[in-house]
């Protein structure tokens, strides 16, 4: 192995670079640079080489041709075991250079601002540095390349301890990381290029790409999948945002399956605007309330079911407090996700070890992707938000004021129930849920006999319409006053009299919130 006598730095992302910069002068290696990052070390005293004086031609076109020059790829490309390489390149006077420390334009930042112009994202798609990663990738039993500031640490140990050198394997997995750098950026500016239209403005997204292109990067290896058969790892999108990207701040390492109910939790937890606690187990609310506080709905959100609350995940919409995590502590959970714990919270579950607090940074899924053989299935996220407009009372009698803000709780809860779903609930509380039956009327059937509270003067919501008038006899047989629904079945006027007949008041959304 040859020791790294010479590194090419032109970097976007200038975290960390000062520190790794100055130990590779420490091991002897003369440091080449281009603009902004040539700056940045000499005003931190840092000797450096301006590309110019390796090149012997000058920046130019804006900066636009700098790094593209035979005596730059010529030195990263040159295999160092080919005597007619080595012969080439000492013909015309290019030295050699052992390690490329490349990142990139921010070019999905530039495409994420508002009103950005065509000209602007055009100028930051950058050409020199993938040019000079993939040079380097290619050549990589030769040349080290180095894409990410979070390499830096690992690659200044190696060399501590190596004499100057990093190992063929080393070379090996950063060349794999940067290949996969400049195929996830080259995909984000196909994408987001598709986007611009005849007028050469970018526009939002509309419809879906004609060819679907993604890139997450591996988070975390699971321990298994949802059984222990089953190989899993969770991967994330570069956004941020979303559980993906959560912080957990306590407990044993976080499951497959723990990972699927958190999502299912915070997602239902966003449906509300006051303080909320949604418990959720195998992807259903088994109790979802609001409350004054974090803690009164946490209360409230058990008494639904607390059997199968037992061992659920809790999602929240608010910063969890000592007073709500006082009364979430007295229960054994898995998982707890929730914008932010306060120092008060952490003291009352650290006690719980195994207890798992996941900070969720803010953010939404956009999309919905489900794999099928042979390809893939994608739909737009149900955000759909009901409106006044949308709601067509269809029975003689109208809901009570109260009746109605308690179909609309429901609602909200019932797109996030497995279909079919019938959801009883009364203002700010569910009173039972009924999840995932073939037949809509068992779910009737279900989400009354699960119910741990009184069903009189209870409400109903349904995902999706009635096929037939005896779902709704079950639901007033269970005590509920009154229905939310979709409609939109052939036998919606059946339904509708059945409803009369009973007592009922019935609204239709004109929405279908099926999940399967």
Not at 486 to 515: C, K, N, W, Y
Request: charged share 25%; net charge neutral.
């Amino acid at each position: 192995m040859s020791k790294i006598q010479r590194a090419i730095l032109s970097v976007t992302d200038k975290s960390g670079l000062v520190d790794f910069a100055r130990k590779l002068v420490a091991f002897g290696v003369e440091l080449v640079s281009t603009g902004g990052t040539a700056k940045l070390l000499r005003d931190s005293g840092i000797a450096v080489k301006d590309i110019s004086e390796l090149t012997g031609f000058p920046e130019m076109l804006d900066g636009r041709v700098k790094t593209l020059h035979p005596k730059v790829h010529g030195g990263i490309l040159h295999r160092r075991d080919d005597s007619g390489h080595r012969a080439a390149v000492a013909e015309h006077g290019i030295p050699a250079i052992d390690m490329v420390v490349v990142n990139l334009y921010a070019f999905e930042k530039t495409a994420a601002k508002p009103g950005v112009h065509f000209e602007e994202l055009i100028e930051n798609i950058d050409i020199g540095g993938p040019s000079m990663i993939r040079s380097a990738a290619k050549n990589f039993q030769d040349v080290a390349v180095v894409t990410s500031p979070a390499d830096y640490g690992a690659i200044t140990e190696e060399m501590a301890y190596s004499g100057n050198t990093l190992s063929r394997e080393t070379k090996w997995r950063l060349a794999q990381k940067a290949f996969a750098t400049t195929a996830a950026y080259d995909s984000a500016i196909a994408s987001t290029l598709e986007r611009v239209g005849g007028d050469f403005e970018l526009h939002a997204a509309g419809g879906f790409p004609h060819n679907l292109r993604l890139s997450f990067q591996k988070v975390m290896d699971l321990r298994y999948g949802e059984n222990p058969h089953q190989k899993a790892a969770m991967y994330a999108d570069g956004s941020g945002a979303g559980v993906a990207n959560a912080r957990q701040v306590q407990g044993k390492e976080l499951s497959y399956n723990n990972i699927v109910d958190l999502q299912a939790a915070w997602d239902l937890a966003q449906e509300f605007d006051e303080p909320v606690c949604a418990i959720i187990k195998h992807t259903n609310p088994c109790g979802t309330a609001t409350g004054k506080t974090l803690a009164e709905a946490y209360v409230r959100a058990l008494e639904c079911d607390p059997v199968s609350a037992f061992g659920g995940v809790i999602g929240v919409n608010r910063t969890v407090d000592a007073a709500a995590a006082s009364e979430m502590a007295k229960l054994f959970l898995e998982v707890i996700a929730a914008p932010a714990f306060d120092e008060g919270a952490k003291a009352a579950f650290a006690s719980k070890k195994n207890l798992r607090l996941v900070e969720v940074p803010a953010g939404q899924q956009d999309w919905v992707l489900k794999n099928i053989s042979g390809g893939m299935l994608v739909q737009d996220s149900d955000l759909h938000k009901l409106a006044e407009a949308d709601l067509k009372v269809v029975t003689k009698r109208p809901p009570t004021p109260e009746e109605k803000r308690a179909l609309l709780f429901a609602w909200k809860i019932c797109k996030h129930v497995k279909s079919n779903a019938i959801l009883y609930a009364r203002d700010g509380q569910t009173v039972g849920v009924g999840a995932g039956q073939m037949s809509r009327v068992d779910s009737c059937k279900l989400g009354a006999m699960k119910a741990q509270l009184p069903l009189k003067g209870t409400v109903a919501a349904s995902d999706a319409f009635f096929p037939f008038p005896d779902g709704i006899e079950e639901i007033a047989k269970a005590g509920a006053t009154a229905i939310i629904q979709p409609g939109g079945s052939v036998r919606d006027q059946e339904v509708i009299e059945a409803a009369d007949r009973l007592g009922l008041a019935m609204i239709f959304t004109g929405v279908r919130h099926f999940r399967h």
